[in-house]
Every structure is written in C-alpha cells, then in structure tokens.
C-alpha cells in the first residue's frame, strides 16, 4: 500500500521540544520533494519546511526558522522535523507531503499541541 505516516506528535509544554517523523511506504521517498505543513484550527494549510531529494536545500518558514530543522534519511525511507522551542501558537497538525514530477503524497496528519 502507497502511504505516508506521520509520527511523533503529542503534548508538550512551551519551550519542549518534539521530533516528527514521515515514513513512506509502497514507494522510494528519496526520489521526492518533501515538504512538512501544518493546519491549525480555523485557519489555512500553511508550509513550514522542505527538502530537496538530496538533502542539499532546505528552506524554512519565516516562523519556525532557528527552531525546526528539517533533515531525511533515504535509507530509512523517512524525513523528520525537529522542533524545539516550541510556543503555543506551533500547536496544529502537521502534514507530510511527497512531491515527484506529478506524483503527490499526502500523510495523515500527527497532532502537536502546545501547552502548559
């Protein structure tokens, strides 16, 4: 079966850290451009990081640089996103996305909420 499988999320309180974690399965993530997203309630699906295939680019929303880093591991077929100092305004819930010519993938989405 061709999916995505966001991990990691949960519960942490400002200042925490947490590290998410998208795994494909039924397909060769290191082909792909990947890109985590996240969606908190009432509001639009916004970007908050992404990789090249090789790792070698990475780019970062204005909100979340110096905090997350976005890395992968081809060999594990997996890209992760860390993320450390985290505010309550980060709570929402984060998508993986896969992109390889017109091929796309999307995860189910991992919860992370912020709070004290």
């Known amino acids: 079966q061709v999916q995505l499988v966001e991990s990691g999320g949960g519960l942490v309180q400002p200042g925490g850290s947490l590290k998410l974690s998208c795994a494909a399965a039924?397909?060769?993530?290191?082909?792909?451009?990947v890109s985590w997203y996240r969606q908190a309630p009432g509001k639009e699906r916004e970007l908050v990081a992404d990789i090249t295939s090789g790792g070698d680019t990475l780019s970062y929303a204005a909100f979340v640089k110096g905090r997350f880093t976005i890395s992968r591991d081809n060999a594990k077929n997996t890209v992760y996103l860390q993320m450390n100092s985290l505010k309550p305004e980060d709570t929402a819930v984060y998508y993986c996305?896969?992109?390889?010519?017109?091929?796309?993938?999307w995860g189910q989405g991992t919860q992370v909420t912020v709070s004290s």
């Open positions: 996305n896969a992109v390889w010519l017109v091929d796309v993938h």
């Open positions: 039924g397909f060769t993530l290191s082909r792909y451009f």
